[in-house]
């Protein structure tokens, strides 16, 4: 048996990142890399990571099936709803061979692990040191969708043919960011923010998710932060 602690909102973002309905069964789940310690979904196409904690172990891991994920998911109302106060309280994750048990306010939900190899996601992120090649914009991500909402919306798509619309976004940092469709006749630009959101950079979060983090703890977190901050000074 093993145990793995998660931060509710984190299995949330992870959940919206999972494949649907794929023929890779394997995809639609969410995966706990319990020897990493991560929490991890991709449909293909994007990839989502964030740290849990637990202690270090070789004990396999798991991918937990969206319908799983979604069953516990739901038990977390109320104060416990996204954007309240208990909106990120960890939730623990027990773990007794192919079989997983999600603690929820008023008891647990249980499931079975999916079969199939979850991709080898590490090769997807990039390596800290090569993220300096990006040049790193801070935008505000409801602005940023209403743009690629306004592309689409003046191709005259609906919104099920919005979702597969191919949209290039030009980061320019602290000028304005360019979103076209790569087709002639229309572009949104977004302002970028005028303050420090760069408390964390790509760098550092790249260098998070390879790294091991079954440790990660507040005063890490906050190591993490100082480096980002020490960075972003000797950048300017």
Not at 84 to 99: E, F, M, R
Not at 145 to 159: H, Q, W
Not at 220 to 228: G, K, N, P, R, S
Request: charged share 20%; with cysteine.
């Amino acid at each position: 048996m093993y145990t793995l602690t998660v931060s509710l909102a984190a299995l949330r973002a992870a959940r919206t990142h999972a494949a649907e309905k794929d023929v890779r069964s394997y995809l639609q789940g969410v995966y706990l890399d319990t020897v990493a310690g991560k929490v991890v979904a991709t449909d293909g196409h994007r990839l989502f990571v964030a740290n849990a904690r637990g202690v270090k172990s070789n004990y396999p891991a798991v991918i937990v099936p969206n319908e799983t994920i979604d069953a516990a998911l739901k038990q977390f109302t109320g104060e416990y709803a996204r954007g309240k106060s208990l909106g990120a309280v960890d939730v623990t994750v027990t773990i007794d061979d192919n079989h997983i048990a999600i603690g929820t306010p008023t008891g647990s939900v249980t499931g079975k692990a999916l079969d199939g190899r979850f991709p080898e996601w590490r090769r997807v992120v990039p390596k800290a040191e090569d993220v300096g090649e990006h040049v790193p914009a801070v935008l505000n991500t409801q602005y940023l969708a209403d743009a690629c909402e306004a592309l689409s919306i003046a191709r005259n798509l609906s919104k099920k043919a919005a979702g597969q619309h191919a949209i290039r976004i030009h980061m320019r940092g602290e000028f304005p960011t360019v979103i076209t469709d790569n087709t002639i006749g229309v572009l949104a630009l977004v302002m970028p923010l005028r303050n420090d959101l760069h408390a964390e950079t790509a760098a550092v979060a790249c260098r998070m998710a390879h790294e091991d983090a079954l440790a990660y703890s507040a005063e890490t977190a906050a190591d993490v932060a100082a480096e980002a901050a020490a960075a972003v000074s000797a950048a300017a």
